[in-house]
């Protein structure tokens, strides 16, 4: 038997990433984009899998865009299998506001033990500490279990060291797939028994350091077999990132950008987004750079780099940017001056990352410093 289903992760939908509500828009469509083309390509079914929302507590208005997904599910008699992520695991689970429709939309599997879509079995696990899981994978019947949904880190996608991390060999190596969520950049990988793991990435681009191409993935199985995979790109806001050292450069890549705009216009109607580094030894570039681009309808993400004046050559090196060993950082300026148990010091770290929920990080910090009063309080009296 042949099945065809659509496999997308991570749409975060309710990010306003930069407080821009043009790119919550963005989150929305990035992933009714995908949706749109997996029904165009005629899909048996969609495999989400995890983080459909950004935060535990959507807003109104992010629940009424997953409502408009679940509804057109609906009515092209698809369902969308989903499992919750750590940015959006709740108790009972958010999916739970949907109306189900026995025809098809949004539904959550982590609570089935399978989930059967023609020859195919699958099951899915919410989010949860790695000991939770390689519990859950001893105790509970694994067995017949074709296309396994995860949202967790696994070590050797992960690229930078996380604590709460899975090993490849620690999932059993009985599934066709593993689909997993949480890291956001594409990459499937064979394994020994012959089945699939990986990733297929975020639908829209959560934090400058991710690659802004986004993909949904084509899953082909014949008698229950793997038989091809096939990454389709999904439209999302175009993205340029600018590396500036001099005026003549900043210029030269201003007069280009209307051609430059032009060009991208062609694949997506939306503004570009822009990313631009520059040494804050050059003056003026923050005002040049808004004097070409209308702060209200570009999306503009300035990084000035503090060059050391004892090691720099006063010019930005790629690499050096990259390896941030370099230069100082506003970052290393914190640490040298603020102590690092500080509650004020975390909050302000927090903000200096551009790719933060300011809004959630804030509230948090607001929230944690409240009950530490009220303990304190609660302790003297
Ligand atoms: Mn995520």
Redesign the pocket.
């Known amino acids: 038997m042949k099945i065809k289903l659509g496999w997308v992760?991570?749409s975060?939908l309710g990010y306003s990433q930069y407080g821009s509500s043009k790119r919550r828009r963005d989150f929305a469509l990035g992933l009714k984009n995908a949706v749109d083309d997996m029904l165009n390509n005629k899909v048996n079914a969609i495999i989400h899998t995890?983080?459909m929302f950004n935060s535990n507590r959507p807003s109104a208005e992010d629940v009424r865009d997953l409502q408009h997904i679940h509804n057109l599910l609906i009515a092209k008699g698809t369902f969308l299998y989903t499992i919750d992520?750590?940015?959006d695991h709740t108790n009972p689970p958010w999916p739970e506001v949907l109306i189900p429709n026995s025809r098809g939309g949004i539904v959550l599997i982590s609570t089935y033990p399978k989930v059967v879509i023609g020859d195919l079995v699958l099951r899915g696990y919410s989010s949860m500490s790695k000991e939770a899981l390689l519990s859950r994978f001893q105790e509970d019947d694994m067995s017949g279990i074709d296309v396994l949904l995860l949202h967790q880190p696994i070590k050797e996608f992960c690229g930078f060291p996380s604590p709460n991390a899975l090993a490849i060999d620690d999932v059993p190596d009985i599934f066709e797939l593993t689909a997993v969520?949480?890291i956001?950049v594409m990459d499937i990988r064979q394994r020994p028994s012959g089945g699939w793991i990986g990733y297929p990435g975020?639908t829209e681009m959560?934090s400058s350091s991710e690659c802004p191409d986004k993909y949904w993935i084509e899953l082909n199985f014949g008698d229950r077999k793997l038989v091809s995979y096939d990454p389709h790109k999904i439209r999302t806001r175009p993205v340029l990132h600018w590396l500036v050292n001099t005026e003549a450069e900043l210029t030269a890549k201003l007069d280009e950008f209307d051609r430059l705009e032009t060009e991208l216009k062609k694949t997506d109607p939306r503004e570009p987004m822009l990313y631009v580094k520059f040494p804050t030894s050059l003056s003026d570039v923050i005002a040049r750079v808004r004097q070409k681009l209308d702060p209200d309808k570009y999306i503009v993400v300035l990084q000035p780099i503090y060059l050391n004046p004892e090691s720099a050559t006063g010019v930005i090196n790629p690499l050096a940017v990259q390896a941030e060993d370099k230069d100082i950082s506003v970052q290393d300026l914190l640490n040298a001056k603020v102590p690092t148990e500080d509650g004020l010091y975390q909050i302000a770290s927090q903000m200096l990352n551009p790719d933060i929920d300011a809004g959630k990080a804030l509230k948090e910090f607001v929230e944690a410093r409240l009950a530490a009063i009220e303990a304190n309080a609660t302790e003297s009296s």
């Open positions: 992760s991570d975060h995890g983080d992520g750590n940015h969520g949480d956001h975020s959560c």
